[in-house]
């Protein structure tokens, strides 16, 4: 099946730092979505992107679907934006959101 | 964005006792929903399919008769976890699939489940 691999693994940052988060996956997808888990496990929708850029707010998207990857930039970064961000992709052929294994994201005040 | 609800948020049993987990789409119909499972400090994965009115699929490793799963409508769909034990206590995420335009998946809050 479709590997979701997700870098850095763990990355801590002093508030106000900007960071790139990427997102590579080992074959065509439908769609893909980043999610940011919060400290109590809420999952939230960041963005649907499969392809090109979009921005909202401090937070941005970029996928590059013929290259398989996609990016995650966090500008000026809060406290309020640790926990865990996860990128997904679907397949339609099987009808499944597979996951990446997450990076956990710290940021000191 | 749409609005998932999953109830109860957390839940203490004794080991043996059976739980049941809601999760309800408020403000849009949901023909599929799918149940996650997710360890400390590990991504989600995926247990079972939830489909409205069939039989749920479950994914390869996942035990139909130990997680039961019924989709009765468009807008909710529980998980029970039967006969619960100690190595069941976990985080369980239900999402819901959007329909039409972007498909776009919406999650719960998740329940944590500690068996006893």
């Known amino acids: 099946g479709i590997q979701v691999e997700q870098s850095p693994p763990d990355l801590i940052l002093q508030e106000g730092a900007n960071s790139t988060l990427r997102c590579n996956f080992s074959?065509?997808?439908?769609?893909l979505q980043w999610f940011h888990q919060n400290p109590w496990g809420q999952l939230i929708n960041l963005f649907y992107i499969p392809s090109g850029t979009k921005q909202n707010g401090r937070l941005s998207a970029t996928t590059v679907a013929t290259e398989r990857y996609s990016l995650l930039y966090i500008s000026s970064s809060q406290t309020t934006d640790s926990g865990v961000y996860f990128c997904a992709v679907w397949v339609d052929s099987s009808y499944k959101l597979i996951f990446g294994s997450g990076t956990r994201l710290l940021v000191r005040p | 964005g749409a609005v998932v609800s999953q109830h109860p948020s957390r839940v203490i049993c004794k080991s043996g006792t059976s739980v049941k987990i809601e999760c309800r789409s408020l403000d849009f119909q949901a023909t599929t929903m799918f149940w996650y499972r997710q360890f400390p400090k590990q991504s989600l994965m995926l247990m079972a399919t939830?489909?409205?009115?069939?039989?749920?699929?479950?994914e390869q490793g996942v035990e139909k008769d130990k997680f039961l799963i019924n989709h009765a409508s468009l807008t909710l769909s529980t998980l029970t976890v039967t006969s619960a034990h100690p190595e069941d206590s976990s985080f369980y995420i239900c999402?819901?699939?959007?329909?039409?335009?972007?498909?776009?998946?919406?999650f719960g809050a998740g329940t944590r489940l500690s068996v006893l």
């Open positions: 999402s819901a699939r959007g329909t039409g335009g972007k498909n776009i998946q919406y």
């Open positions: 074959d065509s997808v439908n769609n």
């Open positions: 939830s489909n409205e009115g069939s039989k749920a699929t479950y």
